[in-house]
C-alpha cells in the first residue's frame, strides 16, 4: 500500500501545478499533505474515497523533505484516531493496542496497511473540507495564505478540538 490522492484533488490544484516559489515545485506529496492535515485537524475521514494511482511507489519511503517529521506524521494519525474514535487517552493498554493497529515499525512508511488506508481517508476528508472553504488555488503563494487561514481559523474544520 501506498499514499493515494483522490481523483478530484489534481483538478483541484492544477493550476499551481506550474507555479513556483524561488524555483521550489509544490509536488503531489505537499498537496497531500495539506489535505492530510486539515483531515487529521478535524480527525475526521472520507468513507469511500475513490483514489488515483499512488504517487508514491509502493515501499517507499516519505520523501526526503519529509522525513525528519515521519514520526510527527505517525504520531498525529495516531492521536487523530483517539479523538475520532473517542478513546480514553487515560487507557494506556487502549492506546498501545491503537498504536500497534495503526504503526509497523518494519514498513517503510512507518505505517500498517490499516495505517496507510487511515491515512489516505484522513487525506481525501481534509481534501473534501478544503474545497468546502476555498476555490481551486491559482498560486502557490495565495493557497499558502488561505490555507493558513482556513487551518487556524477556530471550529472552522467541524471540530473544536485541535490537533
Known sequence: MSLRMTEDMSAFFARIDQSTIK???FLEI?????????GLRAAQIAPDPKYRASF????AKFPDAYSDHDTYLLGLLVEAEIRRRQLDPDNRD?????????????????????GVDLMNKYAAKGFELLR??????????????????????????????PA
Open 132 to 161: 468546502e472553504k476555498m476555490g481551486p488555488p491559482r498560486a502557490i503563494e495565495t493557497f499558502l495564505v488561505t490555507y493558513a487561514e482556513i487551518f487556524w481559523r477556530p471550529a472552522g474544520l467541524g471540530s473544536s478540538q
Open 23 to 25: 524555483g521550489v515545485s
Open 56 to 59: 508514491l511507489a509502493a515501499g
Open 94 to 114: 487502549l492506546i498501545e493496542a491503537e498504536t500497534v493497529r495503526l504503526l509497523d515499525p518494519q514498513s517503510p512508511l512507518g505505517l500498517s496497511d490499516q
Open 30 to 38: 505537499d498537496k497531500y499533505y495539506a489535505c492530510l492535515m486539515i
